[in-house]
């Protein structure tokens, strides 16, 4: 019997997010519980079972998984203790392996590592060889490097945002590794690099040109010209050397098709890429539109989104409610472990004056002092709808100021959904005004909103590019500096044997 070794490791990162992420912020997962946890989750791992966890020919060996909210880059002792870890269960587990899982994200930063997938897969293979296949599942907005490529065989990647084929995309995975365990598929992997990192609602896949780009993706895989075929677009907050837009296509064995068809997909995106910027709205000017119209409305407050590795203690637009006087029923999601602290304390019903925001990140989110009542106390703990996986956020109190309803977390969770507002009895639909901290959760679970703004202020995840910052990634890049040209240029990655690596 064959022996497949399953394993991962995701997380997404901020470069800008001041607060290190640390270990005690991942879940962990070994042997059976890594199975048993994602049974029931919309995953790639769940998907990867689908498809070959029932086969008699075949043992899946779960081995180790290791997943964390986006946050700031992991601390270097955070980052040594998982790539241990995981190499250590890789090792225990090495013997006889006819092929190896990996489920990553793609877009993880470490303060000892500028490439930690790249670190990870590098490890992996040097336990189990040159010989065993290795196929890397990954997010679209994953940044590749070379590293990951010269230490894997293939790749699955995402093809839907707002993401909606976490299970799909590990089905992927899984039909690509069979290909190459059952009828002796021969990967070749082509990659084109492309200077630009791009935002806004274009890339929204089901609407946007990004999604007609994917479309083409999609038909390679489905017509047989491809194994596996993406355009990854980057996460443009993890500030790396190797952040961009690339083009990955995977066939089997043949280099000048994989070459085409990347150079294909390549030319379309640059084609396009100058449309796939974020429209965003002047906060007050936004504000004063929503005050004069009928809810529900939507804030997304996309520059400071956890999802995207943002701090999630942003209290910008809840400032500017305040000042402008606002009375209409608000919902407002903050990060504030203080706050949350104190309003455990005094029980609900009690009256306080509390600073909110900015116990982060005061550098962008100077606190504001005002009075609240603690109306409901939380321990944190929910389900996401986007994945069915657990959330941990830590004591969570709902704090009402007039008719703003804040619901302030101990630590920063997904906010892709509506579950931080269901879970404290709060109901998008009833309230005029909701802050969704999420760059597209409000086209899947928001659709009710008469409308949506997107204001332009700061954070970590700030889709104005230019505010953030960046030293790291290569330069010029779109849209930070003017005029930037493109020439591609195509890398080819193979490890079977008798291919040019």
Not at 169 to 195: C, E, K, N, S, W
């Amino acid at each position: 019997m064959r022996r497949v070794l399953v394993t991962g490791c995701e997380q997404e990162i901020s470069s800008f997010n001041p607060l290190a992420s640390q270990y005690a912020d991942f879940t962990i997962l070994r042997g059976p519980d890594v199975f048993k946890a994602h049974a029931g989750a919309d995953s790639c791992i769940h998907g990867f079972l689908d498809v070959l966890g029932r086969r008699p020919d075949l043992e899946l060996v779960p081995a180790y998984a290791a997943s964390a909210c986006s946050a700031g880059p992991l601390s270097a002792d955070g980052f040594d203790r998982i790539r241990h870890e995981l190499l250590e269960a890789v090792r225990e587990n090495a013997q006889d392996l006819s092929a190896v899982y990996v489920s990553l994200h793609g877009a993880m930063g470490a303060l000892n590592e500028a490439d930690p997938e790249g670190a990870l897969l590098e490890g992996v293979r040097g336990i189990v060889g040159p010989d065993v296949p290795i196929v890397i599942s990954l997010d679209l907005h994953g940044v590749v490097t070379a590293r990951m490529l010269r230490n894997c065989d293939a790749a699955a990647v995402f093809h839907t945002y707002p993401h909606n084929d976490f299970t799909g995309t590990g089905r992927r995975a899984a039909r690509l590794l069979a290909r190459i365990l059952d009828d002796g598929a021969r990967p070749v992997m082509a990659r084109i690099f492309m200077p630009a990192l791009v935002r806004g609602p274009e890339l929204f896949t089901a609407t946007g040109l990004y999604g007609r780009i994917i479309d083409r993706a999609k038909a390679m895989e489905e017509s047989g010209e491809a194994l596996s075929a993406a355009v990854l677009i980057g996460n443009p907050f993890t500030d790396a050397p190797e952040l961009g837009s690339q083009a990955l296509v995977v066939t089997d064995g043949d280099e000048e098709g994989a070459r085409k068809l990347a150079d294909e997909l390549a030319a379309m995106f640059w084609r396009h890429h100058e449309a796939m910027v974020a429209e965003l709205d002047e906060p007050d000017a936004a504000i004063a539109d929503a005050m004069a119209r009928p809810g529900p409305l939507t804030f997304t407050d996309a520059a400071d989104a956890p999802s995207s590795g943002a701090s999630g203690d942003s209290n910008s637009i809840l400032a500017k409610l305040v000042a402008a006087g606002y009375a209409g029923e608000a919902l407002i999601p903050i990060v504030d472990a203080p706050a949350a602290g104190q309003a455990h304390q005094a029980g609900p019903g009690a009256r306080l004056t509390l600073a909110i925001g900015g116990t982060i990140d005061p550098a962008r989110f100077p606190p504001i002092t005002i009075e609240v009542e603690v109306e409901r106390l939380g321990d944190g703990e929910f389900i996401y709808e986007v994945s069915g996986m657990p959330a941990h956020a830590g004591p969570t109190a709902v704090l009402r100021h007039r008719n703003i309803r804040i619901v302030v977390l101990s630590r920063a969770v997904f906010l892709m959904d509506r579950a931080v507002f269901l879970a404290h009895g709060l109901d998008p639909k009833e309230a005029h005004i909701t802050v969704v901290k999420s760059p597209g959760a409000v086209w899947r679970y928001f659709t009710f909103t008469r409308k949506n703004y997107v204001p332009d202020i700061p954070g970590a995840t700030s889709a104005n590019l230019k505010r953030l910052g960046h030293t790291i990634c290569p330069r010029p890049m779109f849209p930070l500096d003017p005029d930037v040209r493109f020439e591609p240029r195509v890398e080819v990655f193979a490890r079977w044997k008798g291919a040019a690596a």
